[in-house]
């Protein structure tokens, strides 16, 4: 069962134009969401986070949208560059509790960036 | 400051043989993690360790076992390696503001 769904494997987009990134959960318990990317050949790094208390959050040229109702997340990146290129992936923690910061992951989105 | 750093980059394992993963993090952070990454499942959860001295079940811990060691190493064994566990693995660790910091991974084939 795949609580954190990204729906699109990949995305292509010009420079400079905007990058959409979509991602969907399913556990209501999830609170706090994050955006990692990744490089080949490396690590997950961080990138920017939401709490369930907000539906915006910025750094940058990268803004998260979070609806709760539709229990849907979206990383906006404006304008795109070609070293926007990677894989990126959504993340959703439970913060209370026992969590422990956990992160459940989605399956990832590889964004080119065409120069 | 290395961050969180992971040995070997590289390995080649026989089914059945056994190894040892190594993560080590200068950050001084309680919470670390093992996470497998496979090809179109993004990253899953192996075992994760909230404190020196506790360790606990994640999403994927069949075949797995781990040890924190202190609070700055966190290993993962394979006794027994299979073809499944082929794949790449990452360790993580989480700080006061539960954003995780990854290593470089460790990318195992089992043949």
């Known amino acids: 069962d795949q609580q954190v769904k990204q729906n699109s494997p990949s995305l292509s987009v010009q420079e400079g134009r905007i990058s959409i990134l979509n991602c969907d959960y399913t556990n209501s318990m999830f609170d706090y969401f994050l955006w990692y990317k990744k490089y080949p050949a490396e690590g997950p790094t961080f990138l920017i986070s939401i709490s369930s208390i907000k539906d915006k959050n910025e750094d940058g040229r990268f803004t998260v949208f979070l609806n709760k109702s539709a229990k849907h997340l979206s990383l906006h990146i404006v304008p795109s560059q070609p070293g926007d290129s990677a894989v990126y992936f959504c993340a959703a923690s439970a913060q209370g509790g026992t969590s422990y910061g956990k992160l459940t992951f989605g399956q990832g989105t590889i964004l080119t960036v065409h120069p | 400051n290395a961050g969180v750093t992971q040995t070997p980059k590289f390995q080649v394992l026989k089914t059945g043989q056994s190894m040892t993963l190594q993560c080590a993090q200068d950050?001084?952070?309680?919470?670390m993690y093992w996470y497998r990454q496979d090809p179109g499942m993004g990253l899953r959860l192996i075992y994760y360790s909230a404190s020196e001295g506790t360790t606990d079940k994640g999403e994927v811990p069949n075949g797995y076992n781990v040890s924190r060691l202190n609070k700055r190493e966190f290993s993962l064994r394979l006794e027994s390696a299979a073809p499944s566990q082929t794949s790449v693995y990452f360790c993580?660790?989480?700080?006061?503001?539960?954003?995780?910091?990854f290593g470089p991974g460790t990318r195992l084939t089992v043949t």
């Open positions: 993580a660790s989480r700080d006061m503001y539960n954003e995780q910091y």
């Open positions: 950050m001084n952070h309680n919470s």
